[in-house]
């Protein structure tokens, strides 16, 4: 069975700095999904990011970056310019791309921004 | 906002009790899932629906189940109630099928459920 690993469960940046979170996952296929998704205090679960197992080049979405490295079964997201608002849960999430969608969370990281 | 959305967002109810949870997912999706979020199990997966048929099971419960209508909205029922079932319950959708182009989820905000 597949499994997701996040080891940090909180970490902090100064606004305008950058911080990188990591998450380590478990799976014996060779094609799948991978996605980062933001929760705010709100508690919505907001899309960050995602990367295709089959695609070497890693995913940008404006500040924020991945590091995808295949044979180490690793996804850290990388976020630039860090704001006030980015200050969430974050959550990596598996989807394997086999008979189900369903989505493997990890436990989350807790990101803290101070000004 | 995703587009999916959920009522009601606050549930309140004793144990023993019997709800329903109702999503409709953003349009032209076809593909609904149902997650619950708790503070001791995390994000956990319950169940899929794909155009009105079940898809997949994750942990879900004997004493929960839902279903997917023709006009493709979703309920997930919730019964004999325990105070261990509180939670926050996620429904998500995506475009579904076979396809690439439909791997993404979207989340709905949510129903948070609170069982005295």
């Known amino acids: 069975a597949q499994t997701v690993t996040q080891s940090q469960p909180e970490m902090s940046v100064q606004e305008a700095e950058t911080v990188t979170l990591s998450c380590t996952y478990d799976?014996?296929?060779?094609?799948?999904?991978l996605f980062w998704y933001k929760q705010p205090p709100s508690r919505q679960m907001i899309l960050v990011i995602r990367q295709e197992a089959y695609k070497q080049q890693n995913a940008t979405e404006n500040r924020f970056s991945v590091n995808f490295q295949k044979a180490a079964k690793s996804f850290s997201l990388k976020i630039s310019d860090s704001q006030l608002g980015d200050a969430a849960m974050y959550f990596c999430?598996?989807?394997?791309?086999?008979?189900?969608?369903?989505?493997?969370f990890g436990t989350g990281t807790r990101l803290q921004v101070f000004p | 906002d995703s587009g999916v959305t959920q009522t009601p967002k606050h549930l309140i109810t004793a144990t023993g009790q019997r709800v329903t949870l109702r999503c409709s997912p953003r349009s032209g999706d076809l593909s609904v899932y149902w997650y619950q979020q708790s503070l001791d199990q995390g994000l956990q997966f319950l169940i899929q629906?794909?155009?009105?048929?079940?898809?997949a099971k994750g942990n879900i419960l004997e004493r929960f189940s839902a279903q997917q209508f023709p006009d493709l909205h979703s309920e997930l029922n919730l019964s004999s109630l325990e105070l261990g079932d509180s939670a926050l319950y996620f429904c998500a959708s995506s475009v579904g099928g076979s396809s690439r182009v439909g791997d993404t989820q979207y989340f709905g905000p949510g129903t948070r459920l609170t069982v005295l």
């Open positions: 999430a598996y989807r394997t791309s086999y008979n189900t969608d369903k989505l493997i």
């Open positions: 629906y794909y155009n009105g048929e079940e898809r």
């Open positions: 799976t014996s296929e060779s094609d799948y999904y």
